[in-house]
């Protein structure tokens, strides 16, 4: 079974507009850190924002966000004003306490329009 | 003063070659990883290091072998490439922690691989 799950392999939106990445986990671990990553068309991966499962309060880091539903197992991002610039590849990541390694979604490519 | 380096950025060979991905961080971090994108884009962890120690060995073919001179280094071997080694190779590190989930990986910029 998939842990991370994004169920979105494209979206168009449009400049300004508030955009919502999906992404759900599974896991049995009541300790685990989810991740979302930024992979622009020059390839490289960029970290945006980290939400622990022990957080209460969603994370937040400039016009990122995370709205993190514990018991809905979803970590969705949100991105506040899209500009051009945040066309790209974006990841969900979850790092389980038990763990050593990072497991990714397959990706969610985000296009947006002038 | 990059973070995470990566070289050669680009790599292109041709089968049955053996070639070398060089790693550095001078961030102070403990673990070093390498992983492998595949043409879909697919993000899949291959090794990782602590100190100097394996951690983590996916399934990976014993053509690639990882190599850490030191914390700061993790170079990755491949021999006898094969066309279904090209992809792109990340390297990432992370700093240990109290807590391991909150360990956030930095990537390097990549080494695309190409083999003929």
């Known amino acids: 079974a998939q842990k991370i799950t994004q169920t979105q392999p494209g979206m168009f939106v449009q400049e300004k507009e508030a955009v919502t990445l999906d992404c759900t986990y599974d896991t049995s671990d009541q300790s685990y850190g989810l991740f979302w990553y930024k992979q622009p068309s020059s390839g490289e991966m960029i970290f945006l924002i980290y939400q622990g499962s022990y957080d209460e309060q969603n994370a937040t880091e400039g016009r990122y966000s995370l709205n993190f539903q514990k018991a809905r197992k979803s970590a969705n991002l949100v991105i506040s004003a899209s500009q051009l610039g945040d066309s790209a590849m974006y990841f969900c990541a979850m790092r389980e306490g038990r763990d050593d390694k990072i497991i990714f979604g397959k990706g969610t490519r985000l296009h947006i329009l002038p | 003063d990059t973070a995470v380096s990566q070289t050669p950025k680009y790599l292109v060979t041709q089968m049955g070659n053996d070639k070398s991905i060089k790693c550095e961080q001078n961030?102070?971090?403990?673990?070093m990883y390498w992983y492998k994108q595949d043409s879909k884009k697919f993000l899949k962890i291959m090794f990782s290091?602590?100190?100097?120690?394996?951690?983590i060995n996916e399934t990976v073919p014993n053509r690639f072998s990882p190599k850490s001179p030191d914390k700061a280094h993790l170079n990755l071997h491949i021999n006898s490439l094969e066309l279904g080694d090209s992809a792109v190779y990340f390297c990432?590190?992370?700093?240990?922690?109290?807590?391991?989930?909150?360990?956030?990986?930095?990537f390097g910029p990549g080494t695309r691989l190409l083999v003929l």
């Open positions: 290091y602590n100190n100097k120690e394996l951690i």
């Open positions: 961030l102070g971090h403990d673990t």
């Open positions: 990432a590190s992370s700093q240990v922690g109290i807590r391991r989930e909150q360990e956030t990986q930095y």
